[in-house]
């Protein structure tokens, strides 16, 4: 997250629950009807070993960034008791698209300069989210008359390893694949050396959600397989970052 204050978990209480309290407060004194909140997977955990996430899961935020958000939900929730605003709360994963920026870009990055990546052997699994399939669910909750006062996981209708969308990144690019395999050990070795350690947990570790309760309930379908929000992705990418090369990311 880069935070550069010296109390994180304070500055991300500032913004994410007193500005979201305060948004909600004024939102109900207004009239509004439904307030919707995008929260994020992290208020579950930062990993899956086995079982996915589900939304009746006990909550288990690990940093400062998912604590917030959180306590923030819980604000919500109270809000909505004393004013009856109606509240839908959405726990998306890693979200891409045009426009993506941190790890996702990065790896956008390497892949595109075909450079060795060291890679372990084990196969883990990652659930995300394109842009546009989270932009029509946000629209499924504005009316949707069973969304009110839920709580939802949403996810694209594919999950896949961070070797495949290695491997369909750099087809869409044109570029070779080049994996180095290497003990996953010495990476997260040398990722706690670099002060990575939570980079490499986010690329090595499963993550993996069950987004029944929105498709059934919500009778919600993502629009864009995941190879058509990768697709949009490269193009953005290309028209972003190919004419200089000299960028560094």
């Not at 207004?30 to 909550?59: C, L, Q, W, Y």
């Not at 939900?73 to 839908?88: D, F, H, T, W």
Request: glycine share 6%; hydrophobic share 40%; with cysteine.
């Amino acid at each position: 997250m880069k935070e550069s204050s010296g109390h994180p978990l304070q500055e991300f209480r500032r913004v994410n629950v007193v500005g979201t309290k305060s948004l909600a407060r004024a939102a109900a004194e207004a009239g509004v009807r439904r307030f919707i909140f995008v929260s994020t997977i992290k208020v579950n955990g930062d990993s899956t070993s086995g079982e996915p996430f589900h939304v009746d899961m006990p909550p288990a935020p690990q940093d400062a960034y998912a604590i917030s958000k959180w306590e923030a939900e819980e604000s919500l929730r109270s809000i909505a008791a004393e004013s009856g605003l109606e509240v839908v709360i959405v726990r998306p994963p890693l979200v891409y698209g045009p426009g993506v920026r941190g790890n996702f870009l990065r790896l956008m990055s390497l892949v595109d300069r075909a450079l060795p990546l060291p890679w372990p052997r084990r196969e883990n699994c990652r659930s995300m989210i394109g842009a546009e399939n989270l932009a029509d669910f946000l629209v499924r909750c504005v009316d949707h008359p069973k969304a009110a006062g839920q709580s939802f996981l949403v996810k694209d209708s594919e999950d896949l390893s961070t070797r495949e969308l290695i491997t369909r990144l750099a087809r869409l690019l044109g570029r070779p694949v080049r994996l180095v395999s290497v003990p996953e050990s010495l990476i997260r070795l040398a990722a706690r050396m670099t002060m990575k350690k939570e980079a490499a947990g986010r690329v090595l570790d499963s993550l993996v959600i069950d987004s029944d309760c929105a498709q059934q309930l919500l009778k919600w379908v993502p629009p864009a397989t995941l190879d058509e929000g990768l697709a949009a992705t490269v193009r953005w990418y290309r028209e972003t970052y190919l004419p200089s090369r000299a960028k560094t990311f």
